[in-house]
């Protein structure tokens, strides 16, 4: 009778897992679905600080700029940019992230030497060759400058969620920052998982040890152990199957 029961178990898991392939769980995402309407790579400047030495660095809030590996495929003109840089990293991209910024520098005044004039900061070195025998004037110029991006987590309280934002700066005083493109892609949801356990169960006073296998295909999670019960010194199957509701 027990190899029977075992045995209609088994049928019934195995009906279950050919009906949740066959009939995989529709989820909806929030983020795909704004995928499918319009994608904004140039990000919200949302604040603009300016330090002690002239710095300015400007903030903007990463959260709303997420796309999943499906909703990629759906994005519109304002992305199409994401479809050249995936090809240059063989679809492996991670991030995306360009800042457009302007260095000015007015009424500077230039050092002349008879053959040349020329300029030179912390940051740039001009030098311009007079023009000799009809030929043009001659630019040579460097630029150094350190570029900071840092990603940080904060709430604006205790009671509001923790979000994630960008911090962007050049550190050239001369330097503004006029606007920000960026864009996350999240790993491709896992489907599918298969898991080898050690289990140990307490119940009804007699804690049981053993192995066992786990399934998820979705949300659906089935799990088969084989249990060792020292009370009478026999090994037992176990079947188990779950629906996650809601994750954490």
């Not at 045995?7 to 704004?34: N, R």
């Not at 991209?93 to 008879?114: G, N, P, W």
């Not at 169960?201 to 979705?218: F, H, K, V």
Request: aromatic share 10%; proline share 4%; no cysteine.
């Amino acid at each position: 009778m027990k190899n029977v029961l075992i045995f209609i178990l088994l049928v019934i898991v195995a009906a279950l897992v050919w009906w949740i392939f066959t009939h995989p769980p529709k989820t909806d995402s929030p983020i795909e679905k704004q995928a499918k309407e319009n994608v904004r790579v140039e990000a919200e400047i949302i604040s603009r600080k300016v330090d002690e030495k002239g710095i300015e660095a400007v903030i903007m809030e990463e959260t709303e700029h997420v796309l999943t590996q499906a909703g990629l495929k759906q994005v519109t003109d304002s992305a199409r940019i994401i479809d050249s840089l995936q090809k240059l990293a063989n679809n492996r991209l991670i991030s995306y992230t360009a800042a457009r910024a302007e260095i000015r520098r007015l009424q500077a005044e230039m050092e002349e030497t008879d053959t040349s004039f020329t300029y030179s900061d912390k940051w740039l070195t001009v030098d311009v060759t007079k023009p000799v025998g009809g030929k043009p004037a001659l630019l040579n110029s460097t630029y150094n400058a350190e570029l900071s991006w840092i990603w940080y987590r904060e709430r604006k309280n205790i009671f509001s969620p923790f979000r994630t934002y960008g911090r962007f700066s050049l550190n050239d005083p001369n330097a503004r920052i006029l606007g920000v493109k960026h864009i996350r892609i999240e790993p491709p949801v896992k489907t599918f998982g298969l898991d080898v356990l050690a289990v140990g169960e307490y119940y009804r006073n007699t804690a049981l040890l053993g192995g066992g296998i786990s399934m998820d295909i979705g949300r659906f999670r089935l799990q088969g152990n084989y249990l060792y019960d020292p009370s009478d010194n026999k090994w037992y199957p176990a079947f188990r199957g779950g629906w996650k509701l809601v994750s954490f």
